[in-house]
């Protein structure tokens, strides 16, 4: 694999926060930030799959029983935000 350089800026606690969890890993420093951008990438990748599934699922059911009432609707706004696959204001609006 071919390794391509990149270049980030960070203050300088971050730096040191950085350098820090390389180092109680044993790793180097950009091994450890590949590892932590493939995680988060992946995260990312999963959270949007949930806000899909959330999406198709809410519009199926509407489709067969008509418009989730505002109060079932907050309540599920609310979970997804709780377990990390929404974020303020990106629930689709009744429809």
Known sequence: MTARKLSI????????????????EGKPVSAWLAEAAVEKAH??????????AAR????????????L??????????????AGL???DTWPEAG
Do not use: D, N, W
């Open 56 to 67: 198709e699922l809410v519009a199926e059911y509407e489709s067969l029983h008509g418009a």
């Open 86 to 88: 929404l974020e303020h």
């Open 9 to 24: 800026s960070v203050t300088p606690e971050i730096e040191e926060t950085i350098k820090a969890a390389a180092a109680e």
């Open 43 to 52: 995260l990312a990748a999963l959270q949007a799959a949930g806000r899909a």
């Open 69 to 82: 009432p505002e109060q079932s609707r907050q309540r599920a706004r609310e979970f997804l935000m709780e």
